[in-house]
């Protein structure tokens, strides 16, 4: 699975989110593989113009390359409820 995470720098959700993804994929029994990819929104005006009142937004890369935005997550969501959120769109 290849997760696409649009952010900008010193966003505190962003930051929250990218730590928690981050912790899944370094935890060695996680059941839940990803390959992570951050976007920096204010290096892209069209990635901006999109995601700007939005962001942290995580989206899944499917085979064909489109992005499907995933539901977003509570930024209270624990790191245990949020790969049980991220398995089901294994």
Known sequence: MHLILYSKPDCHLCEGLQEKLEQIQANPQ?????????RDITSNPVWFQRYQYEIPVLCQLTHGS????????SPRLSV?????M?????
């Open 86 to 90: 991220l398995e089901k769109y294994k």
């Open 30 to 38: 996680s059941k839940c593989r990803f390959e992570l990819e951050i």
């Open 66 to 73: 489109t992005e499907n935005p995933l539901p977003r997550p």
């Open 80 to 84: 245990e409820r949020l790969e049980s």
